[in-house]
């Protein structure tokens, strides 16, 4: 095992992914280690998509490991500057839209269908103009659709050709335990490989954890004294309905991003990762708390009968409050309390009357629900009121261009929170205060998807090489 490198990449996601990708495309002579505490790819099995309920492994295969939470997720690549971080912040919106559009030539190449929603689709216009009646905001966004098969593919081709080369290395099962630093200049890690510590020296340390390792960085910037800022708090619940409710939106959209400033405390509450034929799932997060997620597969045979979707309301806190991961686990924990560590479901209708679902209640739903080990409960001993209220208010505006949506027998589930970390203060290529170390991607609070945190790593990429 060599401990020397030109360039540490910690955290295999799309972010880090993509900074090996082009390094190794543009200079093959570089040595590239990539390490995650997750595994390979092809060795990612979740338990629970075969025999029903979590297992709570030691690494979550669905949140950690090559691909991040990427792996098994709906893959949506949204090809607008607009949706899924704050890029523009660092480039002009034109230098964005270039990269975004380089970046999906990638994924084309490594076999994504060539498939586009919402793209020069008049509907979409129609959509948008019915929304604005209602005060809501269609965020308009093509979207490449992978499906959870296809997008498992995508990332493996990628693995395979990036490992082939003699000059990258993938190590799994590895922990970065602390970043070295030196006369103010980055000078490589201490590793853990299976409990094994060690030094790895690198010229470049690419800090790309996901939103998996989004803690440990925050651990890490506080001790390095690196700037760091409060990043918006997005918690809320998984809202599973028919496919007959969402469908004249998901066929031009696929995924509808609605926007709506809830009526009493005029928070903002926007959809998410909409998933129309999709499944609801479960996901560990840092080994102990079991949150929400979604899915869908490309697969017409594979389609259930129902959509879903997040439904998110987004806080930014102040000083003194500095610690939004702690607060989102602090919320799981709740749902996780009631239920025995497992998911919470409940049907609006039951919430609007201020009661518990139960399992009669819920197998009175005509919506019946996908993931079939959330426990009936009550969301509102989980959720502060302002978030629940923000998001029954949001259904309430959405059921105007969704008829259906605010039945008695949507289903929500508890919770789905948006681990972001305090972001990270960086320059345009991403690099940190301290030399030669860079932080990209979810887990250093700048992204909140797949294509931008592929485009964080090509710009890093880029800069390493012109050194």
């Known amino acids: 095992m060599e401990n020397k490198c030109d360039v540490l990449i910690i955290g295999a996601g799309p972010a880090g992914i993509f900074t090996a990708l082009e390094i190794s495309e543009k200079n093959p002579e570089l040595k590239i280690l990539i390490v995650d505490k997750g595994r390979a790819i092809e060795k990612r099995k979740c338990p629970e998509r075969a025999q029903g309920f979590c297992s709570k492994c030691d690494v979550c295969s669905i949140t950690s490991g090559w691909s991040g939470a990427g792996a098994f997720s709906d893959g949506k690549l949204s090809l607008s500057p607009e949706v899924g971080g704050r890029v523009t912040d660092y480039m002009s919106w034109d230098q964005a839209q270039e990269l975004i559009n380089y970046a999906d030539s990638f994924y084309l190449r490594f076999g994504a269908r060539d498939v586009v929603y919402g793209l020069n689709n008049q509907k979409v216009e129609d959509i948008a103009y019915e929304a604005s009646k209602y005060a809501i905001k269609l965020v308009p966004c093509p979207v490449r659709h992978l499906g959870t098969e296809h997008a498992f593919k995508v990332l493996k081709a990628m ?25 103010g200049k980055v000078t490589g890690a201490i590793l853990n490989t299976k409990g094994e510590k060690y030094e790895v020296a690198a010229d470049f340390v690419v800090v ?24 918006e708090v997005d918690i809320g619940v998984r809202v599973e309905v028919p496919n007959s409710i969402m469908d004249h939106l998901t066929k031009h959209l696929y995924e509808a991003k609605l926007v709506y400033y809830s009526d009493t405390f005029d928070n903002k509450v926007r959809s998410f990762c909409m998933n129309p034929g999709g499944v609801v799932s479960g996901e560990l997060y840092d080994g102990e708390v079991a949150v929400v997620n979604g899915h869908s597969y490309a697969d017409p045979k594979l389609k259930t009968q129902n959509t879903n979707f997040a439904l998110l309301v987004s806080t930014r806190f102040t000083e003194p409050f500095n610690e939004p991961i702690e607060y989102g686990k602090y919320i799981a924990r709740l749902a996780n309390m009631l239920t025995g560590g497992g998911i919470m479901v409940q049907r609006l209708g039951d919430l609007l009357k201020g009661r518990r679902t139960d399992y009669d209640r819920l197998k009175k739903s005509t919506t019946e629900p996908t993931l079939k080990s959330a426990v009936p409960g009550d969301l509102s001993y989980v959720l502060p009121e302002r978030y629940l209220r923000s998001i029954t208010e949001t259904l309430r505006a959405f059921d105007k261009i969704a008829p259906g949506l605010y039945s008695r027998n ?7 929170v948006k681990f972001y970390s305090s972001k990270v203060k960086v320059n345009n290529n991403f690099e940190t205060q301290i030399s030669n170390l860079y932080a990209i991607g979810d887990g250093a609070g700048i992204t909140r998807g797949l294509m ?11 800069d390493i090489l012109s050194k």
């Open 452 to 462: 931008q945190a592929s485009v964080t790593g090509i710009v890093v990429a880029r």
């Open 410 to 416: 949507t289903l929500l589930y508890g919770v789905e």
């Open 208 to 231: 790309a954890p996901g939103r998996g390792g989004a803690e440990w960085l925050k651990a890490q910037t506080d001790k390095l004294n690196i700037i760091t800022e409060n990043n």
């Open 159 to 183: 693995y395979d050709f990036l490992v082939s080369k003699p000059q990258v290395e993938f190590r799994e099962l590895t922990k970065a335990e602390d970043l070295l630093v030196k006369d």
